[in-house]
């Protein structure tokens, strides 16, 4: 029997943080596989730690039951990123975490869903500016 599979590049094996909300369901599913370790394996063999169509079986029938509109395995790879954008997430961390290979790629994917138009730019700048005034406002004059 060969042994697991290598990731295809060095951006296949990371760490990405996960919602408490989900550890749950993933503890469960390690459990279930019945293997142990740090990963993560969905497919039924080690030799294949993601099975595509065992996965999408899943999702469909979760999504069936919570009465959703089933979506790709790759609209939830860019529906995970821009819920972490929407939560604030460092775009730099975000980068690691999808994987990409530098952080140009994530601004020019995501660039659009992050905070900054106009408006808001000049808000937070505001902010931030009315925020230095109210610190400095309680030290004495130098």
């Not at 899943?58 to 959703?68: F, S, V």
């Amino acid at each position: 029997m060969a042994g697991p599979v290598a990731p295809m590049s060095d951006a296949g094996r990371r760490r990405v943080p996960l919602a408490r909300t989900l550890r749950p369901y993933l503890e469960a599913q390690r459990v279930l596989q019945g293997r142990g370790g740090d990963g993560l394996c969905f497919g039924a063999l080690p030799e294949r730690p993601f099975d595509p169509p065992a996965g999408l079986e899943r999702a469909h029938r979760a999504w069936r039951l919570a009465r959703l509109e089933p979506i790709t395995l790759h609209e939830c790879r860019h529906t995970y990123a821009a819920f972490m954008i929407a939560a604030g997430v460092n775009p730099k961390a975000l980068s690691s975490y999808m994987g990409h290979a530098s952080i140009t790629i994530t601004l020019d994917r995501y660039g659009h869903l992050m905070p900054g138009a106009e408006g808001e730019a000049a808000a937070m700048l505001d902010a931030y500016l009315e925020q230095g005034r109210s610190e400095s406002a309680g030290q004495a004059p130098t």
